[in-house]
């Protein structure tokens, strides 16, 4: 409430400078950072540039304890700001000191600074918290999957709030450093390099660290028993894969796949250039669902991948996620064929460079397929809506729009677009319409029509503009 106080006016202006900023200057961070598809995805007011975070997990009970320690900028001024989180906060301090907390909605957390924060300045948020994860759902379905031997965090477009408070949005990146403590014998995968091990009183600690901007679905965490193995690439880069040791029949293929990531790597940094972060590798969990996951510099397989035999192709698409998703990251969900539908196009590059059929002789499988009052085609890959950002029309329409663009701009341009987008977005944020425009610069065509014949129409595009003008 403001109280009037008549004074004359020029006594009022040198009062108002003189006046500390009023309570009333700082508002509370908005509960979202802004997602058309997920409005409480995320929040506003503050940027974080690094996570720390100190577990400790028991396989046996599921209980996982933390502290969270986030680095973090202002960008307005807060008397208030949201973090997400599923689990149970038993103490928050804002650069210090002890701060109020309250939990609200689906899974927000809302914490009140002892003092109200200035814009721009640098924050540390301590978050001491604990929970089951495998008892919190969201919606009816959990991004935590309970294993015989311990539990896993691996969904997209959340995970994050399973294990750990974030601003959980691919627009507020950060580097991370996971330091996880588990029960002798058993092992913690998590992004990036191993920094360190040591082992006490019983327990294995492992320190995780992912140098390079990290979007929050692409931390993850496993725990369990693993057969690890590592190497070094011919640049020096640690590779390190984690297999479960309770793969059972799919054990071999799923070596013979994930044990190629190098290999399949090498020929990506071929197609899309210099590989974006510091370590390499690939996990396998004895889960029961049936998805991968990007997980970066570490992607999460299901062992039911490797079900049919080894599966290379999915080891393409995830390490295609690495540049185009993990380092060139959407501004906004609505943006994921930026994602899907280059990853889907790298293992038709894959098919075509093993001589397995072209990515021309794919596109054409596939547009024959579908025929025009197949649903398939009401899915439109540019804004797929929340319920089908991940339908398969995302993925295989996605790439026909990408052999159209092929076919249009000729190889010359196609791969010069292909590996030039990885590095002006180089550890950012990019849509659809900045890919459209990026084109039309790099190949100097008008491109809008095409992309909204592919991305855009609920409908089968005509013969013609699936036909490869192969010149
Ligand atoms: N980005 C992941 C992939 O294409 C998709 C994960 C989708 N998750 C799901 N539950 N369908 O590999
Ligand atoms: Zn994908």
């Known amino acids: 409430m403001h109280r009037r106080l008549i004074v004359p006016s020029a006594l009022a202006a040198s009062l108002l400078l003189a006046i500390p900023a009023s309570a009333a200057d700082y508002v509370p961070g908005a509960a979202g950072i ?45 008397s208030r700001f949201n973090l997400d989180l599923g689990l149970k906060v038993s103490e928050v301090r804002v650069n210090g000191r002890k701060a109020a907390f309250a939990t609200s909605g689906d899974h927000e957390l809302e914490v009140t600074p002892a003092a109200p924060l200035d814009k721009g300045k640098e924050i540390s948020v301590v978050v001491r918290y604990a929970g089951k994860p495998s008892e919190l759902k969201i919606g009816g379905w959990s991004a935590w999957h309970r294993t015989p031997d311990g539990g896993v965090a691996a969904q997209e477009p959340d995970s994050a709030v399973w294990w750990f408070p974030s601003n959980d949005h691919p627009l507020d990146k950060a580097t991370y450093d996971v330091s ?17 091990q040591s082992s006490k009183l019983g327990w294995t600690r492992y320190n995780w660290r992912s140098n390079k901007p990290q979007a929050s679905y692409l931390a993850t965490l496993a725990i369990g028993k693993f057969d690890i193995t590592t190497d070094k690439t011919a640049k020096g880069l640690p590779v390190l894969n984690a297999y479960s040791r309770d793969l059972g029949d799919n054990a071999g293929a799923a070596r013979a796949s994930i044990e190629r990531t190098t290999e399949v790597a090498e020929w990506l940094e071929e197609v899309f250039g210099p590989y974006p972060f510091n370590a390499l590798g690939g996990y396998v969990p004895n889960v029961t669902s049936g998805y991968a996951l990007e997980t970066q510099t570490r992607p999460f397989y299901s062992p039911r991948q490797f079900a049919g035999g080894s599966n290379v192709s999915v080891v393409v698409h995830e390490l295609a996620h690495q540049w185009y998703g993990d380092s060139v990251s959407v501004k906004g969900w609505k943006d994921i064929w930026v994602n899907e539908g280059f990853a889907r196009y790298s293992q038709w590059l894959w098919s075509e460079k093993e001589g397995e059929g072209t990515a021309q002789e794919l596109a054409d499988y596939v547009y024959a397929l579908h025929p025009a009052d197949d649903p398939f085609w009401t899915v439109k890959p540019g804004d797929p809506g929340p319920d089908n950002q991940f339908d398969i029309a995302v993925y295989d329409r996605g790439a026909l729009a990408l052999q159209a663009l092929r076919n249009a701009v000729g190889d010359q341009h196609f791969f010069a677009i292909l590996q030039g987008w990885p590095q002006k977005f180089a550890h950012g944020n990019a849509s659809v319409g900045d890919f459209v425009k990026y084109a039309e610069q790099v190949s100097g065509k008008p491109l809008a029509g095409l992309f909204d014949t592919w991305l855009y129409q609920p409908s089968k595009p005509a013969a013609s503009a699936a036909a490869g003008k192969r010149s």
């Open 34 to 78: 802004g997602d058309a598809y997920y409005p409480a995805s995320g929040n506003g007011g503050y940027d974080v540039s690094h996570y720390d975070l100190r577990l400790t997990y028991q396989p046996k009970t599921d209980l996982l304890e933390g502290t969270a320690t986030i680095v973090a900028t202002t960008t307005q001024k807060l």
């Open 180 to 196: 996880i403590s588990v029960p002798d014998g058993t092992q913690a995968i998590s992004n990036g390099v191993l920094q360190s």
